[in-house]
């Protein structure tokens, strides 16, 4: 008898598992059933492993996580969609900062050639706005001028700038002109019987 030939009566092992039910076999180190199917979800899903630098809210993973429950799906399978999540949460972060950069490049630009701040007049333009900023600005105004690139578009700009240039133009005048105390103390005009 040769290995290709079986007894009679004898029954092949694959077809008998097929007519008693699928059969457990190992497919790269899962079990599954003999229809290829995975095992299904675990009890309890594991944290999501993410790369650097990308954070899942808790909300979003408890919603993976039900998710992947309800499409039966194993922990290996369920962390495949939270990769491709966070790929695209990548992509549309790289997307965001670029159109950021953009509009900043263009807001400069459009700055740079403006007819009332660009050219020979920008470092006119750029100092009467930093007045206007240290005189009405606060650091977190300028911490968000900064973050947003706010700062570099052309009409905020022009309204900086042409408020520091009105308070450069104001003058001070302390005390009375005509009656020659000019320089005066204030609290001694306001409060004249106090000294």
């Given at each position: 008898?040769?290995?290709?030939?079986?007894?009679?009566?004898?029954?092949?092992?694959?077809?008998?598992?097929?007519?008693?039910?699928?059969?457990?076999?190992l497919?790269?180190?899962?079990?599954?059933?003999?229809?290829g199917?995975?095992?299904?979800?675990?009890?309890?899903?594991a944290d999501?492993?993410?790369p650097?630098g990308?954070?899942?809210?808790?909300?979003?993973?408890?919603?993976?996580?039900?998710l992947?429950?309800a499409?039966?799906?194993p922990?290996?399978?369920?962390q495949?969609i939270?990769d491709?999540?966070?790929r695209?949460a990548?992509?549309?972060?790289?997307?965001?900062?670029?159109?950021?950069?953009?509009?900043?490049?263009?807001?400069?630009?459009?700055?740079?050639?403006?007819?009332?701040?660009?050219?020979?007049?920008?470092?006119?333009a750029?100092?009467?706005?930093?007045?206007?900023?240290?005189a009405?600005?606060?650091?977190?105004?300028k911490?968000?001028l900064?973050?947003?690139?706010?700062?570099?578009?052309p009409?905020?700009?022009?309204?900086?700038?042409?408020?520091?240039?009105?308070?450069?133009?104001?003058?001070?005048?302390?005390?009375?002109r005509s009656a020659g105390?000019?320089?005066?103390?204030?609290?001694?005009?306001?409060?004249?019987?106090?000294?």
């Amino acid at each position: 008898m040769t290995d290709t030939e079986t007894t009679p009566g004898a029954q092949d092992d694959t077809q008998g598992a097929g007519a008693e039910g699928a059969a457990e076999i190992l497919i790269g180190g899962e079990h599954a059933t003999g229809t290829g199917a995975p095992d299904g979800a675990p009890e309890t899903y594991a944290d999501f492993a993410l790369p650097d630098g990308i954070a899942i809210d808790p909300a979003v993973a408890g919603d993976l996580k039900d998710l992947a429950r309800a499409l039966n799906l194993p922990q290996d399978q369920a962390q495949k969609i939270a990769d491709l999540g966070a790929r695209q949460a990548q992509r549309w972060a790289d997307a965001q900062a670029k159109a950021l950069n953009d509009a900043s490049e263009a807001w400069v630009h459009a700055t740079k050639s403006d007819a009332e701040l660009g050219g020979d007049k920008l470092n006119e333009a750029l100092a009467a706005g930093s007045r206007a900023m240290d005189a009405f600005g606060t650091p977190q105004l300028k911490s968000l001028l900064n973050e947003t690139r706010l700062g570099n578009h052309p009409e905020l700009v022009r309204f900086i700038a042409r408020v520091g240039k009105a308070i450069s133009d104001d003058t001070f005048v302390s005390g009375d002109r005509s009656a020659g105390t000019r320089g005066a103390d204030m609290a001694s005009r306001l409060y004249p019987g106090a000294g």
